[in-house]
Every structure is written in C-alpha cells, then in structure tokens.
C-alpha cells in the first residue's frame, strides 16, 4: 500500500519567507510525527499528533515553527520567518496508534538562502 | 532520559563478512528499541524492533538485533554483509511514557561495504 507521503521533496527559500511543508500519513494511521534531520543536530523531534491534537510540541525549537493537523489525516508544518539555521531535512513518520512502529516519507529538503 | 549512543560513526566490512552496528541504551523503565537504515536521498526504513520476548530479534533484510539487558546494548548484526547493505544506520529509543511517543535517536553509523 501507499507509504507516508511528503511535498515538495525540496523547497529553496529566501530567509524571512514563510513555508509550508505537508506530511500525507499511511490511510488509517492515528499518530503522526515530524522530525528534523540536520548535519549539526542528527535527528530530532518536533511534534506528535494523536488525531487532530498534539499532545506533545516539545520539540518545537521556536514560536516561528507551527503545526497543524486536520481530518485526523494530513499535517503541515509551517515555519514563519525562516532563518538558515532552519535549513535541514524535515521527515515526517505516522503510526497506526500510539506506541506502535512509525513509517517514514522521504522528507523535505528545506535551504534558507 | 531516555538516550541512545552509537560509539561508531563508520563501520567498513568486506562482502560475504558479518557485520555488527553497535547500539548502547539508557532509560528509565523498559527499553523500546528499533534500528532504521537511510539510503541516501531517502527517508528512513525500519527494520526491527524490541519490545518485549526474545532477547533475538529477527527484521529485514536480513538483518537481526540481540538485546542485552546486562550490557544495555541492541547491537544490529548481518551474518553476510551485502553491498546493498551500504547506507545509514540509526538505532532508536522510545522516549518514554506519558503524552509522548516520541522516538530518540542515536548520532548514526554509516556502513560501508567493500566488494
């Protein structure tokens, strides 16, 4: 079946500009991730929804970055003003509960100019 | 807090030979493990997991993972290594209770078999 989904693959933007990256999660799954994979900071987490509701935005690095969730399905991740520190691989893993395997999109690359 | 180490940023073995990633854990609690491998340009894919049972854990690919309580390590093995099997090894861990479900992951080993 069809796998986590992610777009655009990559996304060049000028610092200040805002962008948003969107996550298509597996058809049914209820739990749904975002992580950051970057040279300096390996991989990390931002976010996790269960439904439409993120129990948990610890790891969210600044008020710039935002997330949403509709439907119980798709998820975009907004980040305003961006800055080149912003610059990383943004991946996107969904689960079909909570406490269960995550499955991973290919990610979008994300260069702040 | 939950970590995970993986003390090699690089592993080299020839093809046919086994191979071993190295995987160290700390939690508070049980310990939920994974193993995911990233080819390059590409997401991550898992391969395996320990929650609870057997100490051996049989994945993809080919490729099994013994946990160790004693030693807290979740090293990942291949007893044939392929040049296939070139890519990114992370090893994972739960990041505990409560509200999140979140994953931790180690610093990653890059893998690199010789033909």
């Known amino acids: 079946g069809a796998g986590v989904s992610q777009s655009p693959s990559n996304k060049v933007t000028e610092k200040g500009k805002d962008v948003e990256l969107r996550c298509d999660p597996i058809?049914?799954?209820?739990?749904l991730y975002w992580y950051r994979q970057s040279l300096g900071q390996g991989l990390e987490f931002l976010i996790y929804?269960?439904?439409?509701?993120?129990?948990?935005k610890s790891g969210l690095p600044s008020d710039r970055f935002s997330a949403e969730r509709t439907g119980g399905s798709v998820s975009t991740l907004t980040i305003q003003r961006t800055q080149q520190e912003d610059s990383a691989v943004y991946l996107c893993?969904?689960?079909?509960?909570?406490?269960?395997?995550?499955?991973f999109g290919p990610g979008t690359r994300l260069t702040v100019l | 807090a939950q970590s995970v180490a993986q003390p090699e940023d690089q592993v080299n073995v020839a093809e046919g030979n086994p191979l071993t990633v190295k995987c160290t854990y700390s939690?508070?609690?049980?310990?939920?493990l994974f193993w995911y491998v990233q080819y390059p340009n590409r997401g991550l894919q898992f391969l395996l997991k320990?929650?609870?049972?057997?100490?051996l854990v049989k994945g993809s690919y080919g490729f099994e993972a013994e946990f160790n309580k004693s030693q807290t390590s979740f090293h990942l093995k291949k007893p044939s290594a392929l040049v296939s099997d070139s890519a990114l090894y992370f090893c994972?861990?739960?990041?505990?209770?409560?509200?999140?479900?979140?994953?931790?992951f180690g610093t990653g080993t890059l893998l690199a078999v010789q033909p």
């Open positions: 058809s049914g799954h209820t739990a």
């Open positions: 994972a861990v739960w990041g505990g209770g409560g509200a999140t479900n979140k994953l931790i």
């Open positions: 893993a969904s689960s079909l509960v909570s406490l269960d395997t995550q499955y």
């Open positions: 939690v508070s609690g049980n310990p939920y």
């Open positions: 320990y929650i609870t049972g057997d100490n």
């Open positions: 929804f269960q439904g439409n509701s993120a129990p948990d």
